[in-house]
């Protein structure tokens, strides 16, 4: 069995997953959330973003999103710090009333497989 040739990228990609406090407001801060996301995807410094759902839910379930338990992004960067300010400028981070600041995490990530069809 032979690999596919893997992919050879230019730019630096970094994972983030940003787990919600107990008490997230995250209805509160979704408008200035969206105004700041949006630029950063039209320019691609965020490739793919999404909510993390309770393990009790599942994708498939009625309204998946009405209680989301955190946030992931795909973020390119020259680094990893560059990849931070991304992640520490967004209102669901700046509020303190969204995410768990202390339990974010962002890593370099390699992605395999660059084209992700959901259906």
Do not use: C
Request: net charge negative; proline share 10%.
């Amino acid at each position: 069995m032979s690999f596919p040739t893997l992919p050879t990228y230019k730019h630096n990609y970094y994972l983030f997953h940003m787990w919600d406090i107990p008490t997230a407001q995250r209805a509160k801060h979704l408008g200035d959330h969206v105004k700041v996301t949006a630029p950063l995807i039209q320019s691609g410094a965020i490739i793919l973003g999404g909510a993390l759902l309770p393990p009790t839910m599942k994708t498939s379930d009625p309204e998946p999103l009405k209680k989301p338990a955190g946030s992931f992004f795909f973020v390119r960067a020259d680094s990893l710090e560059q990849a931070w300010e991304i992640i520490k400028q967004d209102p669901f981070y700046t509020s303190g009333e969204v995410w768990d600041r202390e339990s974010i995490t962002g890593a370099p990530a390699y992605m395999v497989m660059p084209e992700v069809k959901f259906e």
